[in-house]
Each structure stands twice: as C-alpha cells, then as structure tokens.
C-alpha cells in the first residue's frame, strides 16, 4: 500500500486487518495494537519522563530527512522475537524513533504450549502485552512486549505508571472498558513530542523472558535485477532488506535488516 511519509497511526493499522502470523495463530494488527473499535475509551494519561539528551539528538537528526527527499511506497513490516528462559530478557531500542503512547492490555498470561494454540484461538491476542507506538524516520513504528505464563511483568524504565502482571487486576488497564488503559509520552520532549530512544537504548526488560513484536512501515523499493540473489531473497533497491532469516537467533546489536538509500 502507498501511504504517506507520517501517517496516522490508527489508519495504518486498520488498514491491513490479516497481518501476522505468530507461532501459527493468525493476528489483526487492532487486536494487537488497538482492540475493539467499538469498546469506550478513556482519556489518556501523561506518563512522560525527559528524553536523553544524546537520544533526543540522534533521533532528531535520524527525522530530519534532506529537501530533496521524495515520497516512496511503503509497505507494513514485522518481525517476531521469542525469548526462551535462558535467553537476555531485556530489550533495546532496534533504531532511532520516537515512542508517541503506550497503551498496556491487561489480558491474560496462557502459556504459549503448543497444545494451547490449538485448542485457544486467539491465544497471543488475548495475553497481556505492552504496545508502544511512534514514529521513526520512515513512517510507522511499534514495538509490543508480549507476556506468558510466569513472565506477565514487563518493564518500561522510562514509564514508572505501569504495571503489569496485577494479581489484584486493579491497574488501570483491567478497570477499563476497552480493554487497555493508554499513555502519552508527547512532552517527554518538546521538540519530537514524545520519548526519543537511540539506536541500542535499552528500553526495559521481562522478569524471564517473552515475546516481542516489531510492526513498522518502511519503503517497499524495487527487486533489484543487477545485484541478484543473497542467498535468501533478491535484494530491494530503495527498500526494505532482512538481514536475518525466519527462525535465525539474534543477539544483541545484530541488525535486523536496512533500508537501502542509495539513489
């Protein structure tokens, strides 16, 4: 789909309703990022802390795209993550972007065995998570921690107002309506009107470990017929390229993929 460079958030994630697919259960970006349309919502509060100085630069100057820059197709992106017990249980900021509001879904903590998948439709959607979402230098960006059975408490150093993993269901997103209870992070800076988190940031962490769900637009580009095949797909001249295969283990500062620039 084309969209243009900053889009409305809420219209780009209903815009493609069958998106992912994680551990075989089908997903709709509303029942990961938005839950029902129809469901009242409260007003949002202010959970904003200052942005790091450093941060708050590079992310400025990641935005500030040239004069010469021209509108590109897009295309909605996303990568699933899945921490194993024995695995780092913190996460960083994968690129330079600007976390805009939080909005924390109460749900469930199922484990994730296979049986359950079968026998739960729904399984992930209905597990409590944590959906971030802003902008980055080419559109859309999210970041979602998703919780399970023993690993519900996720969290965010730069947001002391949540909790998650209430035994007592009495947080803010368990007394809501519509199911998840919204934050704003729009005066943790003046100038980008919301949380800037630099490249390797570490944002919070699971007390074990979990599930976490990039969903981000970045330009489509075109299959490039001169530089051939990489081994795993064709390369995407002034688009979005992987870096990682489907099921590869990642570390720590390894690139997920890049976008091509080069005009």
Excluded at 216 to 235: C, H, I, R, Y
Aim: aromatic share 10%.
């Amino acid at each position: 789909p084309h969209a243009p460079h900053h889009v409305d958030s809420e219209a780009l994630v209903k815009r493609d309703e069958e998106f992912a697919i994680l551990n075989g259960i089908r997903y709709t970006l509303p029942g990961l990022l938005s839950g029902s349309p129809s469901a009242p919502h409260f007003p949002p509060t202010d959970a904003s802390t200052p942005s790091l100085l450093p941060s708050e630069e590079e992310v400025s100057d990641s935005l500030a795209l040239p004069w010469y820059n021209l509108p590109r197709r897009t295309a909605l992106y996303y990568c699933v993550i899945y921490l194993a017990p024995g695995d780092y249980h913190r996460f960083h900021s994968p690129t330079a972007w600007v976390a805009e509001k939080r909005r924390h879904f109460a749900g469930e903590l199922y484990s994730v065995s296979p049986y359950l998948q079968r026998t739960l439709p729904g399984l992930f959607t209905l597990n409590e998570r944590v959906a971030l979402l802003g902008r980055w230098r080419h559109g859309f960006f999210s970041m979602t921690p998703v919780g399970a059975t023993n690993v519900g408490s996720i969290v965010i150093n730069f947001d002391a107002e949540l909790r998650t993993n209430s035994l007592l269901s009495d947080s803010a997103a368990d007394k809501s309506p519509s199911g998840f209870s919204e934050a704003t992070y729009g005066t943790a800076s003046r100038v980008l009107h919301g949380r800037a988190l630099g490249r390797g940031e570490e944002m919070g962490g699971f007390k074990l470990g979990s599930t976490v769900v990039l969903v981000f637009e970045a330009p489509e580009g075109e299959m490039s017929e001169k530089e051939g095949w990489d081994g795993e797909g064709q390369w995407r001249k002034g688009g979005w390229n992987w870096g990682v295969r489907n099921g590869q283990r990642v570390k720590v500062g390894e690139a997920l993929g890049w976008v091509d620039e080069k005009e």
